[in-house]
């Protein structure tokens, strides 16, 4: 597997434009699906990313495009999801991995179990068939001898896709229906007069337009804030591995007992750990702490604090700068974290504990990404109410590559005025400075 970074060739190097009708601040799989729906209505659509297509969170994800354990406000989105990832998966005309083998849920335990219940209590409501399994229902499913698991959640519809191909491949299609993709472009500001958006200062110069899409995924609380916005945003460190062609003892996502693992396009498995996550605080991070209390108190046995050999560049980086200084965008092209040895041997015993027909399998690759956070661990999507022309959808908290091309037709709707089916109430980004109570959502 090609693991994105700054030193990959660029792919996009079009000629910046002076003038378009909607500039997307990130291209991952937010930025990349809404400049895909935009162009489809034959609007002029600039995308630019400071690193690489697909290069932070979209291409390192485990893949799992998952209905199972969604918040409520999210499922019927993340449904209409699943039905544009299978008429993307057709229309693109390349294999992205999307295959529809389904997600479990496993539990050691009937406590376990019952934490599932409020998910259960709501998704049949929506049509979505999500189901207990017993001990020998699980066996049935996985092929180990294993059998620590009394029980399941199992939601057959659910699916997966190979994250390192996907996004590209959507980009390529985006690129062939007119859209302008420009990597290794940073915006440094949103320009704007009389408060509406007239405009992007990138590195390359200033880009005229009425509206701005940020999607800059864990950067877009920095570049919000050169707009007077205050986002509370927190990015932590996730590892991720990949087996080498394995005996096929499951074929969908699974997770429990602190592992997770799906079956990969190339015969191998994509494993991590569901109970390790780095925090590397940042200046933010303290700004930010009390609005992530809560989350923080129901993810502390996960998290481990780290302080890293970066931690004066973390901490020294300036908070605001002028559209011509080079910008922190700039000094990070593309966050490419390395797995530290000791979460490699970790991962690699809670597999052969959990799973020992795969314990003499190889690891064969290793990455990490930084998950963005926001406090109630949902995503925003809205535009904004101080900058008109200027919209957001970011924050998706561990679980946007599943709902994003979802998003991104959302996204695309709310730009040309058109609104939404679903009720956005939830993902508005006033939240956050309104004195509303948050809601936490299922957590990362
Ligand atoms: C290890 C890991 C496992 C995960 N597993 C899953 C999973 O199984 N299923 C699931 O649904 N989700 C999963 N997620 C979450 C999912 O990957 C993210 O929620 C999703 O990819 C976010 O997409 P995005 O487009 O918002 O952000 P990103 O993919 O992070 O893209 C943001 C882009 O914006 C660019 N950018 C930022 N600022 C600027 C700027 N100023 N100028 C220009 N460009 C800029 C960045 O370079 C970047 O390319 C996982 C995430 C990680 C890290």
């Given at each position: 597997m090609h693991i994105i970074?700054s030193?990959?060739?660029l792919q996009?190097?079009?000629?910046?434009?002076?003038?378009?009708?909607?500039v997307?601040?990130?291209a991952g799989?937010?930025?990349i699906?809404t400049a895909?729906?935009?162009a489809?209505?034959?609007?002029k659509?600039l995308?630019?990313?400071?690193?690489?297509v697909?290069?932070e969170?979209s291409?390192?994800?485990?893949?799992?495009?998952?209905?199972?354990g969604?918040?409520?406000?999210?499922l019927p989105?993340?449904?209409?999801s699943m039905?544009?990832?299978?008429d993307?998966?057709?229309e693109l005309?390349?294999d992205?991995?999307?295959?529809?083998?389904?997600s479990?849920?496993?539990?050691?335990?009937?406590a376990?179990?019952?934490?599932?219940?409020?998910f259960?209590?709501?998704s049949k409501q929506?049509?979505l068939e999500?189901?207990r399994?017993?001990?020998?229902?699980i066996?049935?499913?996985?092929?180990?001898?294993?059998?620590?698991?009394?029980?399941a959640i199992?939601t057959?519809?659910?699916?997966?896709?190979?994250?390192?191909?996907a996004v590209?491949?959507?980009?390529q299609a985006c690129?062939?229906?007119?859209?302008?993709?420009k990597?290794?472009?940073?915006?440094?500001q949103?320009?704007t007069a009389?408060?509406?958006?007239?405009?992007?200062?990138?590195?390359?110069g200033?880009v005229?337009c009425?509206?701005v899409l940020c999607?800059?995924?864990g950067w877009s609380s920095a570049l919000?804030?050169?707009?007077?916005?205050?986002?509370p945003q927190?990015?932590?460190k996730?590892s991720?591995a990949?087996?080498?062609?394995?005996p096929?003892?499951?074929?969908?996502?699974?997770?429990?007992?602190g592992?997770?693992?799906?079956?990969?396009m190339?015969?191998?498995y994509?494993?991590?750990?569901t109970?390790?996550?780095?925090?590397?605080?940042?200046?933010?991070?303290?700004?930010h702490?009390?609005?992530f209390?809560?989350?923080?108190?129901l993810?502390?046995k996960?998290?481990?604090?780290?302080?890293?050999?970066d931690?004066?560049?973390?901490?020294?980086?300036?908070r605001?700068?002028?559209?011509?200084?080079i910008?922190?965008?700039?000094?990070n092209?593309?966050?490419n974290p390395?797995?530290t040895?000791?979460s490699l041997?970790?991962?690699?015993k809670?597999?052969?504990?959990?799973?020992?027909?795969?314990?003499?399998?190889?690891?064969?690759?290793?990455w990490?990404g930084?998950?963005?956070?926001?406090?109630d661990?949902?995503?925003?999507?809205?535009s904004?109410e101080t900058?008109k022309?200027?919209?957001?959808?970011?924050?998706?908290?561990?679980?946007?590559?599943?709902i994003?091309p979802?998003?991104?037709?959302?996204?695309?709707?709310?730009?040309?005025g058109?609104?939404?089916k679903?009720?956005?109430?939830?993902?508005?980004?006033?939240?956050f400075?309104d004195?509303?109570?948050?809601k936490?959502?299922?957590?990362?």
């Amino acid at each position: 597997m090609h693991i994105i970074s700054s030193k990959s060739p660029l792919q996009y190097d079009n000629v910046l434009p002076a003038t378009t009708d909607v500039v997307i601040i990130g291209a991952g799989i937010i930025g990349i699906t809404t400049a895909w729906f935009l162009a489809k209505q034959g609007i002029k659509v600039l995308v630019c990313d400071k690193g690489r297509v697909g290069g932070e969170q979209s291409s390192r994800n485990w893949g799992w495009i998952r209905q199972q354990g969604r918040d409520e406000a999210e499922l019927p989105i993340m449904m209409e999801s699943m039905t544009l990832w299978e008429d993307l998966a057709k229309e693109l005309g390349v294999d992205i991995g999307f295959r529809r083998e389904g997600s479990l849920y496993l539990c050691e335990s009937e406590a376990e179990l019952a934490r599932h219940d409020h998910f259960l209590s709501f998704s049949k409501q929506y049509g979505l068939e999500s189901n207990r399994l017993n001990r020998k229902e699980i066996q049935n499913q996985i092929n180990s001898s294993q059998g620590r698991w009394h029980n399941a959640i199992h939601t057959p519809s659910d699916a997966r896709a190979e994250p390192s191909l996907a996004v590209p491949a959507i980009a390529q299609a985006c690129s062939k229906q007119g859209v302008t993709i420009k990597e290794g472009c940073a915006v440094r500001q949103i320009s704007t007069a009389n408060g509406k958006v007239d405009g992007v200062y990138t590195e390359l110069g200033l880009v005229k337009c009425s509206t701005v899409l940020c999607c800059g995924g864990g950067w877009s609380s920095a570049l919000l804030y050169q707009n007077g916005l205050n986002f509370p945003q927190l990015s932590v460190k996730a590892s991720v591995a990949r087996t080498e062609k394995s005996p096929l003892i499951f074929n969908g996502n699974a997770a429990g007992s602190g592992l997770a693992f799906r079956r990969r396009m190339d015969g191998g498995y994509t494993i991590a750990m569901t109970d390790y996550l780095e925090v590397l605080p940042t200046a933010d991070s303290f700004r930010h702490l009390s609005a992530f209390l809560p989350l923080l108190r129901l993810a502390h046995k996960k998290l481990k604090l780290r302080m890293g050999n970066d931690w004066k560049e973390r901490f020294l980086t300036p908070r605001q700068w002028a559209k011509d200084d080079i910008t922190v965008f700039e000094k990070n092209r593309v966050m490419n974290p390395i797995p530290t040895p000791h979460s490699l041997r970790r991962m690699k015993k809670i597999l052969s504990n959990r799973l020992p027909e795969l314990s003499d399998i190889a690891i064969t690759q290793s990455w990490s990404g930084m998950i963005d956070t926001t406090p109630d661990a949902v995503p925003v999507m809205d535009s904004s109410e101080t900058v008109k022309g200027l919209f957001i959808a970011t924050g998706f908290s561990g679980h946007g590559f599943g709902i994003g091309p979802a998003a991104g037709k959302i996204m695309a709707e709310l730009i040309q005025g058109n609104g939404s089916k679903h009720d956005l109430s939830r993902f508005r980004f006033s939240r956050f400075s309104d004195g509303s109570l948050l809601k936490l959502g299922p957590s990362l």
